[in-house]
């Protein structure tokens, strides 16, 4: 996404330069998008990889409607999310008097939570890991319960090792800007009572968002505005330094050819080889940064065999539970059209720092896990009618700590080589409107860059 939304932005932007600009958007793969791909099987829509974005994303939803996309919002229910703790589903509350009451965690862990307020800001400039803050902030029991879950289901990632001011930096802005959580939460709604939700427990602010034919449409709309300026199965291999005159494209097929400037928005994993040998260290900060595996098992019931289930977004598992899985998609309750009439998806994820091991379980084990957890956790007994398994072995880039370093040091190493920009989603941010918000920067600034070097 990332690199699709720089060639777009520089192509629409190009009379900026003086005499013009020839873009070529170079992808590996035989089709765009990256991990982003909808399948549409069976009267069954299911998702490779994101299932949507937050339409409070200013980024996305200014591309989306200059697209000409029309994109669908998922349903009330969705808003409704839970936890598997101690043997059954627990809803995660939406409102502070609702916590309260709720079960989601002991009272003494509720407390906690609300004494959040009383805690003293942090003042340390030193990177904190997610579970660290989460735990000085709300409580040990929130931090392993909501907080836990909460990572899992976004990074696939350990909240132990992963770094809060890469992962989550409004969270660190919040502290050090209000004191604390709640405290900036309060000051955002008397700053703007009508405005759009900052998030909370629950998850993060917003409405999810797709379209009806899911979010390949999003590629596959920007693939159709590059026209010729899109080169499929045209995998890199690595670039070398002509100094000013630019770079040198090698590709693993055809001859080479010398550019200006160049983008690399692959993830990090083959970023790093394609960069190394024009700069070591920079090849080195790239490869630093891991990615975790995940499987993702779509299953398809009819729903007049299934228990009574509420309805909802799905459910989270905090480690230590029990079950394997990290969690479940109600995907036919999300969204419009993702299931047959009297049918059910639910999307199951498998694996992520915690379990890199579940990589090596053939198909069969994987659904025997799905299932068994299934049945710990919703009751299903019943075998689906439908099976579909996606593995990322490389999935989820992980922010561990210490990735504010080597930000640093790769931002380091790209001034000592004007004309080389890298994004994507290893780097700030994984999710859709993350990528879309890096891509349109980074157009801006190669813009720039060749203004000033006509």
Not at 220 to 235: M, N, Q, T, V
Not at 251 to 272: H, I, L, M, N, R
Not at 306 to 328: C, D, K, N, W, Y
Not at 385 to 405: E, S, T, W
């Given at each position: 996404m990332a690199g699709l939304t720089v060639a777009y932005e520089l192509i629409e932007r190009t009379q900026r330069v003086p005499g013009g600009v020839e873009i070529l958007c170079l992808e590996a793969a035989g089709r765009v998008g990256g991990n982003i791909r909808s399948a549409h099987e069976d009267g069954f829509l299911y998702e490779w990889a994101a299932n949507g974005y937050l339409d409070n994303?200013?980024?996305?939803?200014?591309?989306?409607?200059?697209?000409?996309?029309?994109?669908?919002r998922s349903r009330e229910a969705a808003a409704?999310?839970?936890?598997?703790?101690?043997g059954r589903l627990r809803e995660i509350p939406l409102a502070p008097p609702a916590f309260l009451l709720s079960d989601v965690l002991s009272i003494g862990g509720r407390m906690r939570v609300l004494a959040e307020p009383f805690v003293p800001r942090r003042r340390s400039t030193e990177e904190e890991s997610v579970f660290d803050f989460a735990a000085r902030r709300i409580g040990r029991e929130a931090a392993s319960i909501l907080v836990d879950a909460m990572v899992s289901g976004i990074y696939a990632g350990n909240a132990r090792r992963l770094s809060l001011e890469a992962c989550f930096p409004k969270m660190r802005k919040m502290e050090s800007e209000h004191g604390g959580l709640f405290r900036a939460m309060l000051a955002k709604r008397r700053a703007s009572r009508d405005g759009p939700s900052a998030g909370g427990p629950s998850g993060p602010g917003g409405t999810l968002t797709s379209f009806r034919g899911g979010m390949q449409e999003l590629p596959d709309a920007l693939a159709r505005e590059l026209g010729g300026h899109l080169r499929l199965d045209a995998p890199v291999e690595r670039l070398s330094d002509l100094g000013r005159r630019g770079f040198r494209v090698h590709p693993a097929?055809?001859?080479?050819?010398?550019?200006?400037?160049?983008?690399?928005?692959?993830?990090?994993?083959?970023?790093?080889?394609?960069?190394?040998?024009?700069?070591?260290?920079?090849?080195?900060?790239?490869?630093?940064?891991?990615?975790?595996?995940?499987?993702?098992?779509?299953?398809?019931?009819?729903?007049?065999?299934?228990?009574?289930?509420?309805?909802?977004?799905?459910?989270?598992?905090?480690?230590?539970?029990?079950?394997r899985i990290l969690g479940a998609?109600?995907?036919?309750?999300?969204?419009?059209?993702?299931?047959?009439?009297?049918s059910m998806l639910i999307t199951v994820m498998i694996g992520g720092a915690h379990d890199p091991a579940s990589q090596e379980l053939d198909d069969a084990e994987l659904i025997k896990v799905a299932r068994e957890d299934l049945r710990i956790t919703m009751g299903i007994l019943v075998a689906p009618y439908f099976v579909r398994i996606v593995r990322h072995a490389r999935g989820i880039p992980q922010y561990d700590l210490g990735h504010m370093q080597r930000l640093a040091t790769i931002e380091r190493r790209l001034a000592s080589c004007p004309g080389l920009w890298i994004g994507g989603n290893s780097l700030r941010g994984i999710a859709v409107n993350a990528c879309v918000e890096d891509g349109s920067r980074i157009a801006e600034s190669v813009l720039d860059y060749l203004v000033t070097r006509q």
């Amino acid at each position: 996404m990332a690199g699709l939304t720089v060639a777009y932005e520089l192509i629409e932007r190009t009379q900026r330069v003086p005499g013009g600009v020839e873009i070529l958007c170079l992808e590996a793969a035989g089709r765009v998008g990256g991990n982003i791909r909808s399948a549409h099987e069976d009267g069954f829509l299911y998702e490779w990889a994101a299932n949507g974005y937050l339409d409070n994303a200013p980024a996305t939803t200014t591309l989306v409607r200059r697209l000409g996309l029309e994109p669908i919002r998922s349903r009330e229910a969705a808003a409704r999310r839970f936890i598997f703790r101690k043997g059954r589903l627990r809803e995660i509350p939406l409102a502070p008097p609702a916590f309260l009451l709720s079960d989601v965690l002991s009272i003494g862990g509720r407390m906690r939570v609300l004494a959040e307020p009383f805690v003293p800001r942090r003042r340390s400039t030193e990177e904190e890991s997610v579970f660290d803050f989460a735990a000085r902030r709300i409580g040990r029991e929130a931090a392993s319960i909501l907080v836990d879950a909460m990572v899992s289901g976004i990074y696939a990632g350990n909240a132990r090792r992963l770094s809060l001011e890469a992962c989550f930096p409004k969270m660190r802005k919040m502290e050090s800007e209000h004191g604390g959580l709640f405290r900036a939460m309060l000051a955002k709604r008397r700053a703007s009572r009508d405005g759009p939700s900052a998030g909370g427990p629950s998850g993060p602010g917003g409405t999810l968002t797709s379209f009806r034919g899911g979010m390949q449409e999003l590629p596959d709309a920007l693939a159709r505005e590059l026209g010729g300026h899109l080169r499929l199965d045209a995998p890199v291999e690595r670039l070398s330094d002509l100094g000013r005159r630019g770079f040198r494209v090698h590709p693993a097929e055809g001859a080479p050819f010398d550019v200006d400037a160049v983008v690399v928005t692959c993830p990090a994993w083959k970023s790093s080889p394609i960069l190394e040998g024009l700069d070591a260290e920079l090849g080195g900060a790239l490869a630093a940064i891991p990615p975790a595996p995940v499987a993702v098992v779509h299953l398809g019931f009819r729903r007049d065999a299934l228990p009574s289930l509420p309805e909802g977004f799905g459910f989270l598992v905090p480690r230590g539970q029990g079950p394997r899985i990290l969690g479940a998609l109600w995907a036919s309750d999300i969204f419009e059209g993702r299931a047959p009439a009297g049918s059910m998806l639910i999307t199951v994820m498998i694996g992520g720092a915690h379990d890199p091991a579940s990589q090596e379980l053939d198909d069969a084990e994987l659904i025997k896990v799905a299932r068994e957890d299934l049945r710990i956790t919703m009751g299903i007994l019943v075998a689906p009618y439908f099976v579909r398994i996606v593995r990322h072995a490389r999935g989820i880039p992980q922010y561990d700590l210490g990735h504010m370093q080597r930000l640093a040091t790769i931002e380091r190493r790209l001034a000592s080589c004007p004309g080389l920009w890298i994004g994507g989603n290893s780097l700030r941010g994984i999710a859709v409107n993350a990528c879309v918000e890096d891509g349109s920067r980074i157009a801006e600034s190669v813009l720039d860059y060749l203004v000033t070097r006509q």
